[in-house]
Nanobody, 123 residues
Framework: HVQLVESGGGSVQAGGSLRLSCAAV????????MAWFRQGAGKEREAVVV???????VYADSVKGRFTFSKDNDKNTLYLQMNSLKPEDTAMYYC?????????????????WGQGTQVTVSK
C-alpha cells in the first residue's frame, strides 16, 4: 500500500516562497513516475512538475525558473521549492505517483495521490 502525505502549504504574499514536502513515497519510487499537481478553485488539475522514470524533471512553463523539484532518497521524501510566488499559483497542491505512465501530465495516469496541501498567495 502506497501512501503519500504532503505538507508545507500556507499563505504568503506575492514574491514569497514556500517549500512543499511529499513524504512516505514508495521506497522504490525511483522506478515510479512522480509528479506535483495543483488545482485552483474552479480549475482543472494541472501538472506542475513531473519526475520521470528516466530521471528527467519536466516543469510546466508557468513555473519554470521559479519552482524546483528535489528529492531525499534517505528520507523517502520529495520536495517542491516554490519561489517568486504569484497569486495565480494559489491552489491545492498534490503529490502523485504511478509505476507506469504514458502521459505524465495527465492526472488520470496516476494511481497514488496525497490529500493535498493548500497554497494561497496574496497580492
Amino acid at each position: 500500500h502506497v501512501q503519500l502525505v504532503e505538507s508545507g502549504g500556507g499563505s504568503v504574499q506575492a514574491g514569497g516562497s514556500l517549500r512543499l514536502s511529499c513524504a512516505a513515497v514508495p521506497p522504490n519510487y525511483s522506478s515510479f513516475c512522480m509528479a506535483w499537481f495543483r488545482q485552483g478553485a474552479g480549475k482543472e488539475r494541472e501538472a506542475v512538475v513531473v519526475f520521470e522514470r528516466d530521471g528527467r524533471t519536466v516543469y510546466a512553463d508557468s513555473v519554470k525558473g521559479r519552482f524546483t523539484f528535489s528529492k531525499d532518497n534517505d528520507k523517502n521524501t520529495l520536495y517542491l521549492q516554490m519561489n517568486s510566488l504569484k497569486p495565480e499559483d494559489t491552489a491545492m497542491y498534490y503529490c502523485a505517483g504511478a509505476p507506469v505512465v504514458y502521459s505524465p501530465t495527465e492526472p488520470y495516469e496516476y494511481n497514488y495521490w496525497g490529500q493535498g496541501t493548500q497554497v494561497t498567495v496574496s497580492k
